[in-house]
């Protein structure tokens, strides 16, 4: 289908009865790395996750890569009895980079209509850690909230401490005062993957400050 000369299709595949049921639960949009040479530990983490999420009704959204934390969080959902959404671009998927795997897949005209598309689908935001793609989904939905463009939550799964330097530097942000003090609120850290969906089982009532 095109739209104001944007790509925007989707790709179902067959869903069952029972995982249209569990679906209404809500999607939590996963943001995290299609690297695939890391610390199996992170992909332990990522699989955890999904199946967690599975385990609690969600659907997963994600970037829908096949390899690294992305294929990972996928697998984890999937072998779980979940539902997952992947949301990739068009030359993503012309590349091979599209996970067979996916239930349901959107393919966007590039990577701006995927984080939009993404966000607009997004009930809740959990990011794992990644490289540049990763931090800029972070922070541009950070920038979002603060902004008050979106109100979806945003959960940080700080594995192995990868995000200690980043929540560092906002934390220095604040002191420094690009950032109010309030603005600490717009992100809740988690340890482990069980924590992380803990948080989105009781969401925080937070009232962002104006960033003016």
């Given at each position: 289908?095109?739209?104001?000369?944007?790509?925007?299709?989707?790709?179902?595949?067959?869903?069952?009865?029972?995982?249209?049921?569990?679906?209404?639960?809500?999607?939590?949009?996963?943001?995290?790395?299609?690297?695939?040479?890391?610390?199996?530990?992170?992909?332990?983490?990522?699989?955890?996750?999904?199946?967690?999420l599975a385990q609690g009704g969600w659907r997963c959204v994600n970037g829908g890569g096949a390899v690294g934390l992305m294929g990972a969080v996928t697998d984890g959902s999937l072998d779980a009895g979940g539902m997952v959404t992947g949301v990739?671009?068009?030359?993503?998927?012309?590349?091979?980079?599209?996970?067979?795997?996916?239930?349901?897949?959107?393919?966007?005209?590039?990577?701006?209509?995927?984080?939009?598309?993404?966000?607009?689908?997004?009930?809740?935001?959990?990011?794992?850690?990644?490289?540049?793609?990763?931090?800029?989904?972070?922070?541009?939905?950070?920038?979002?909230?603060?902004?008050?463009?979106?109100?979806?939550?945003?959960?940080?799964?700080?594995?192995?401490?990868?995000?200690?330097?980043?929540?560092?530097?906002?934390?220095?942000?604040?002191?420094?005062?690009?950032?109010?003090?309030?603005?600490?609120?717009?992100?809740?850290?988690?340890?482990?993957?069980?924590?992380?969906?803990?948080?989105?089982?009781?969401?925080?009532?937070?009232?962002?400050?104006?960033?003016?």
């Open positions: 289908m095109f739209e104001n000369s944007c790509l925007l299709y989707r790709v179902p595949k067959f869903i069952t009865f029972a995982a249209m049921k569990r679906e209404m639960r809500g999607n939590v949009c996963v943001f995290c790395a299609s690297s695939a040479n890391i610390d199996a530990r992170y992909l332990d983490d990522a699989r955890e996750l999904g199946q967690r990739i671009p068009k030359f993503m998927v012309d590349n091979g980079w599209c996970y067979d795997r996916l239930e349901d897949v959107i393919v966007t005209a590039d990577m701006h209509q995927r984080k939009h598309t993404m966000s607009e689908m997004a009930d809740a935001v959990i990011a794992l850690p990644g490289g540049v793609g990763t931090l800029e989904e972070l922070l541009e939905t950070l920038t979002w909230r603060q902004l008050g463009l979106v109100k979806t939550p945003v959960i940080i799964l700080n594995t192995l401490g990868y995000y200690d330097s980043l929540l560092a530097l906002l934390q220095h942000a604040i002191d420094e005062g690009f950032m109010k003090p309030g603005h600490a609120s717009l992100w809740r850290v988690a340890s482990t993957p069980a924590e992380a969906v803990a948080l989105l089982d009781h969401p925080e009532d937070v009232v962002i400050e104006s960033k003016y």
